[in-house]
Every structure is written in C-alpha cells, then in structure tokens.
C-alpha cells in the first residue's frame, strides 16, 4: 500500500532550531457521512467488514510507527557525527 493509500499519515517537521523533529498522525482520506460525521472507514455491515477495516487501520498505525523511529534515528545519527 503506497503512503497515498492511506487513511492515516505521518507529518515530520525538521526545525532549524529544535534538535529533535516534530511529528503528528494526521487524517488523510475520510468519508463524510450523510448525518455530517466523519469517518475513517467505510459503513461495515458484518463483524468481518469492521475487523478487517481495524486490522488495516492497525497495520497503517504501525508503518506509521515505524516511520516516526527512522525520523527520530535519523535525527541521533546527525547529532552523533
């Protein structure tokens, strides 16, 4: 799944000033529903639907997860050299 593929995202702001990064998980794709909620999955009519939605929202947050360790590695990298 391409990073443009997600629902979730990770920002990373390198300052400057500041020696370590910023970082937020941000919405990058949702559904708006017809009572104005907003939604990070599609309305799911079994138990199925809804597991599986959760496991990809899962493995979203832990490639997230993972891109935020190397953002802050790269950052220990710069400062060591």
Do not use: W
């Not at 390198?14 to 909620?37: K, S, Y």
């Not at 599986?52 to 220990?76: D, F, S, T």
């Amino acid at each position: 799944m391409s990073t443009n593929d997600r629902r979730l995202a990770l920002n990373v702001h390198r300052g400057l000033r500041a020696a370590d990064p910023t970082v937020h998980v941000f919405l990058q794709r949702m559904v708006r529903q017809p009572n104005g909620m907003l939604s990070v999955t599609p309305v799911c009519t079994s138990l199925d639907q809804i597991e599986a939605e959760i496991r990809q929202l899962q493995l979203e947050l832990e490639g997230i997860l993972q891109e935020a360790r190397h953002a802050y590695a790269a950052k220990g990298a710069r400062t060591s050299a």
